[in-house]
Nanobody
Framework: QVQLVESGGGLVQAGGSLRLSCAVSGRTFSSYAMGWFRQAPGKEREFVAAITRGGGTTYYGDSVKARFTVSRDNAKNTVYLQMDSLKPEDTAVYYC???????????????????WGQGTQVTVSS
């Protein structure tokens, strides 16, 4: 059984930074591509970022490019999302997800991920 637990969310002023972490249980963490999604009230779940199994390639949603950075530490079974220059529109519940994704086209789609965390709230005040 694979379990994902996010942490690091909270309240921050616009222009500030937060670092989210997602700890993954199980010995097969390095075999999963990992992604971050977010969902604001009344909106659909949105792709934020993803990283390949080895960490060599990353993908970002257009709204977070150049502000967010995804990384992973396979020795610690953890994936991170560094969020800088935060804006009020970044306010959402952030979810990490893992999946056996092989095609670069599939990293952007929530349905390609098999495992999900419970989410962590990020609130950016103006």
């Amino acid at each position: 059984q694979v379990q994902l637990v996010e942490s690091g969310g909270g309240l921050v002023q616009a222009g500030g930074s937060l670092r989210l972490s997602c700890a993954v249980s199980g010995r097969t963490f390095s075999s999963y591509a990992m992604g971050w999604f977010r969902q604001a009230p009344g909106k659909e779940r949105e792709f934020v970022a993803a990283i390949t199994r080895g960490g060599g390639t990353t993908y970002y949603g257009d709204s977070v490019k150049a502000r967010f950075t995804v990384s992973r530490d396979n020795a610690k079974n953890t994936v991170y999302l560094q969020m800088d220059s935060l804006k009020p529109e970044d306010t959402a519940v952030y979810y990490c997800a893992g999946g056996n994704i092989l095609s670069s086209l599939n990293y952007y789609y929530a349905r390609q991920y098999n495992y999900w965390g419970q989410g962590t709230q990020v609130t950016v005040s103006s």
